[in-house]
């Protein structure tokens, strides 16, 4: 699953980027999902006559229609853990920025431009786009709604799987912290494959989903589970062990 965030000041054309690489994406044949931040206290409202109580002292309620299902949690989740419940090729990030995810900024102008460049940045898009062309500070310039066709296959070329955002004391076995070495790949620096949780000597699924692990858990792990199965009968050297719970 790859990720891009769109991020951008109120009226930049944000909403309309999302919209069109999402529907770019999808009449391509790529499945699509979205997460937007909206920055204030918005609360779902289901029923306010019947339900509201139930909602509020419930941790996790879902709400369940004919034409859609509402998982609602009562507070706000980091995005890597909302990330979790994505399975669609690409996810649209508007407005997060704590994502080791590429990203694009729609602006109005040269000023908003400045102020929200950073090292994820690839590329500008929105209102300013649509009066410029070429590049801005190195970065590539997209008119969404002329060109939105080059902008779709800028981010199928761009868009990578998020990296986790560890501490340095818990991981650090690429050289860089998980920022900077996001940065790196969206700048094509660096490879995907160059975070070590890329190529895991130990695998968990949980709900047939893979875990990220960063080595000294994998290395926990294996050693708990090789410390009971090498004295079992039927292991031999370099055997290829699953195990798998059933709770
Ligand atoms: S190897 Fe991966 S998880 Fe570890 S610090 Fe580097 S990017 Fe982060």
């Known amino acids: 699953m790859k990720a891009i965030s769109i991020i951008g000041f109120p009226k930049s054309g944000k909403t309309t980027v999302c919209e069109i690489i999402t529907s770019g994406l999808c009449n391509r044949g790529y499945t699509v999902g979205s997460i937007k931040d909206i920055q204030s206290d918005f609360v779902f409202d289901y029923n306010p006559t019947s339900n509201k109580q139930k909602l509020e002292d419930a941790q996790q309620v879902t709400i369940r229609s004919l034409s859609e299902t509402d998982i609602l949690y009562q507070s706000m989740l980091p995005v890597n853990l909302i990330l979790k419940h994505y399975d669609q090729d690409f996810v649209i990030l508007e407005d997060i920025v704590e994502c080791n995810a590429p990203r694009i900024i729609t602006a109005i102008s040269e000023q908003d431009i400045l102020e929200l460049t950073d090292n994820l940045v690839i590329a500008v898009s929105g209102i300013f786009a649509n009066q410029h062309d070429g590049e801005i500070n190195g970065l590539p310039i997209f008119n969404a709604l002329e060109h939105s066709d080059s902008l779709v296959d800028f981010v199928i070329e761009n868009a990578f799987e998020p990296l986790p955002n560890f501490d340095a004391e818990c991981c650090s076995a690429c050289g ?72």
């Open 176 to 247: 860089y912290s998980c920022r900077e070495m996001a940065e790196l790949i969206a700048h094509h620096k660096a490879l995907h494959s160059d975070c070590i949780l890329s190529n895991q000597r130990v695998e968990l699924l949980i709900n047939d989903k893979p875990i990220k692990m960063v080595p000294f858990v994998q290395n926990i792990l294996r050693n708990a589970v090789m410390g009971v199965v090498s004295e079992l009968q039927g292991y031999a050297k370099n055997s290829n062990i699953k195990v798998r719970f059933k709770l």
